[in-house]
């Protein structure tokens, strides 16, 4: 069965670097998705791609963060300058279509910050 | 906005027994609600969902009700297996074009045997 894949699974980085996670969404999907998840507290939406362009982004997702679908099958979110509070597990999700269709989640990156 | 409050884990129970995990919700518009499951190591899966008023989602002998009236769709499975043990998450999207799930904290379920 298709699956999302995320890599790293763990990424430890010092404050003020840059990191991109990547995510490799199901093949025939259109739709793709950045969640994150600090510790003890809620999933929160990051932002929602379609067509090489940004459709959402919530108020986490500032300048510091963007996305990139490069090469057709990655799809990458990076932080530029990383601070503590960025330490979170991070999930990629994708799906075929938009409404009423199911998004598909990745295992998930664990970013923690020093 | 859009919140769900799902209730605080951890919780344990031993195997065949009857678990509830309680979700409400508050939305603006119309929502379609979720049961997510991530499994350890796994990311997050659909479980089950619900679209609109009194529907009954169901999946794996897990059932979830859309009560509108008191804005709740609460997890229910009558006889649990250690194989259940994970994380459940409640969550909704509204029905505008986009479909940004809003998640609750998540409940993380042992099942001992």
């Known amino acids: 069965e298709p699956e999302v894949t995320q890599t790293p699974s763990h990424q430890v980085t010092q404050m003020g670097q840059e990191v991109i996670l990547r995510c490799v969404p199901i093949s025939n999907h259109l739709y793709f998705y950045w969640y994150r998840q600090i510790l003890g507290q809620k999933v929160e939406f990051l932002v929602s791609?379609?067509?090489?362009?940004?459709?959402?982004k919530s108020e986490i997702f500032d300048d510091q963060f963007s996305v990139e679908r490069p090469d057709g099958s990655n799809f990458t979110l990076k932080i530029r300058s990383t601070k503590l509070e960025d330490s979170a597990m991070y999930f990629c999700?994708?799906?075929?279509?938009?409404?009423?269709?199911?998004?598909?989640f990745g295992p998930g990156t664990r970013l923690t910050v020093t | 906005g859009n919140s769900v409050t799902q209730m605080e884990g951890p919780v344990t129970l031993s195997e065949e027994a009857f678990l509830t995990i309680n979700c409400t919700y508050t939305?603006?518009?119309?929502?379609?609600l979720f049961w997510y499951v991530q499994y350890p190591g796994e990311g997050l899966q659909l479980l089950l969902k619900a679209t609109k008023a009194d529907d009954k989602g169901s999946n794996k002998g897990f059932e979830a009700t859309y009560r509108k009236e008191t804005t709740s769709f609460h997890l229910e499975k009558g006889s649990v297996q250690v194989s259940d043990s994970a994380v459940y998450f409640c969550a909704l999207t509204t029905n505008f074009g986009n479909e940004k799930l809003t998640f609750g904290t998540g409940t993380r379920l042992t099942i001992i045997p």
């Open positions: 999700a994708s799906s075929v279509g938009w409404e009423g269709y199911e998004q598909y």
């Open positions: 791609f379609y067509n090489n362009e940004i459709s959402e």
């Open positions: 939305a603006t518009g119309y929502p379609s």
